[in-house]
């Protein structure tokens, strides 16, 4: 019979720490609902004492999902856990996931204490929070650089406390996977009750090994992973829910399955990459632009005799179809909608009608649209409510020509003009803006990617700036480089601080 590995979802929570990627509560249940539909056992909505909005978030994802388990973060800190319990209140199936730091340099320099009395306080957290709920999951942070003897004796005390679920985090990402699986299995084999809990994995991919570290966790006996879509997350992020998830279906003589419905995997992908205005490197595995795509004259005759010889998954098994319907000009708002709901994205009938008109604009330009066009198209609508729009931009430039833009901006319903030049086109247009905010804006990055191949494609433009000693995230798109730079550079001015 089949092992069951469950899978623990922390795009919401771990996977949103990421710099500039931060989602507003409708933007998590339009995801929270696409991890529903792609079928993952866990979401871990939040971190509740945070901040008011991650308690809200956690309530209103609550609200939302039916079947999967919602789970809330805390330290091992009573008043955490009591602000995880009524954040849960809604959720048809709740857990608290509570922890506390275990490796020595965790113990001597983050909490200056000892190894017993961060025992203590481990089981008393897990006792705790058995208070509010049945189901309540352990994370023993730094474990992978925690010495197994030791961990074993953590894991044991907190599983005679009542928790179901042991969190094994190789935080920093620094094990290798040997050594990450040995220290599962070091678990297995040494802790009294073992049985009577899951273990779980939780690896960093700070040198690259994130997904090889869950693996050999899961071959040696944890039976849950603890992933985010696309691998995002703090630093060099976290396992990728769809590496996991395609390895196992393709090595399925390993006989460990999951819930997830891979067909979801590319456009659950895509609504988290445009909702978090994070692009996918062309070249990640499963997920990239070129995950499917063959290049060398060898393989692309062996694909031509037959697609095994260089292809270990389908691409229709992850979402791709080649057959898909192409949106067109002619398009209707039905086929539209329908195409929105598919990436997980709803809209009522208000919005659709505003996408529909932006849709039209743009399939004139390019011809055929696609799904990555979409979802870009549904992120300018949420633009709509910002305080400052870029409402005119035209710039000459040219060889031998010193680049001039002149620049209009709606700020709250009044226009204001300006015109700069500049080294270059996007240079110029950002120096006309600055004429017009009075602020001193340093642009620190400027990454540019491209949907697809055509010279009349969508341009995204991601920008980061500085203003006042922080650092902001902007993110544009337009079929005009120029003007989807601007356009980032808008965004970033919008969440300044006031």
Known sequence: ???????????????????????????????????????????????????PGDFNSVIEISKAVTWPTICALTRAVE????????????????????????????????????????????????????????????????????DNEYLARV???????????????????YCLPHEYGQKIKYLMEHVDGIDK???????????????????????????????????????????????????????????ITTNINTTKIAA?????????????????????RNAFAHSSGIHQDGILKNVETYEIINPKEVGIDDNSIILTARSGHAALKHRLEVLGVVVNDDQLHSIYENFLALADKKKEVTDDDVLVLAGEERKNAHAIRL???????????????????????????????GNGPVDAAINAIRNIIRRQVTVKEFTIQANSRGSNDIGKVHMQVEFDGRIYYGFGANTDIIAASAEAYVDCINKFKK
């Not at 996991?244 to 390993?254: D, E, F, G, R, T």
């Open 197 to 255: 809990a899951i273990i779980s994995t939780h690896c960093h991919n700070d040198l690259g090994m994130a997904t090889a570290c869950t693996l050999e966790g899961v071959l040696n006996g944890a039976r849950q992973v603890e992933v985010t879509i696309n691998g995002i997350g703090e630093r060099a992020g976290n396992t990728s829910a769809e590496e996991v998830a395609m390895i196992l279906k393709c090595h399925h003589h390993l006989g």
């Open 155 to 173: 894991v044991e005390a907190v599983i005679k406390a009542g928790a179901t679920v042991v969190n094994i985090p190789d935080t920093t990402g």
């Open 268 to 288: 659950t992908s895509r609504l988290v990459s445009s909702l978090m205005n994070m692009p996918i490197q062309p070249n990640k595995a499963i997920v990239g």
């Open 391 to 421: 409402d005119y931009l035209q710039v000459t430039s040219g060889q031998g020509v010193r680049p001039v833009a002149a620049v209009t901006l709606d700020i709250a319903g009044e226009k204001f003009s300006s015109a700069a030049d």
């Open 1 to 51: 019979m089949a092992d069951h590995l469950y899978i623990f979802d922390t795009t919401l929570r771990d996977g949103e720490q990421v710099p500039g990627c931060q989602l507003n509560t409708i933007e998590k249940i339009q995801v929270a609902k696409q991890l529903e539909a792609l079928g993952v056992d866990v979401i871990e909505a939040g971190f509740p004492v945070s901040s």
């Open 79 to 146: 008043k955490d856990i009591d602000c995880a319990a009524e954040a849960l209140a809604y959720a048809k199936h709740k857990r608290i996931h509570t922890g506390i730091g275990t490796s020595d340099l965790h113990i001597k320099y983050k909490f200056n204490s000892t190894r017993e009395e961060i025992i203590e306080r481990a089981v008393s957290a897990v006792k705790y929070a058995k208070r509010y709920v049945e189901d309540v999951e352990f994370y023993a942070e730094d474990a992978g650089r925690t």
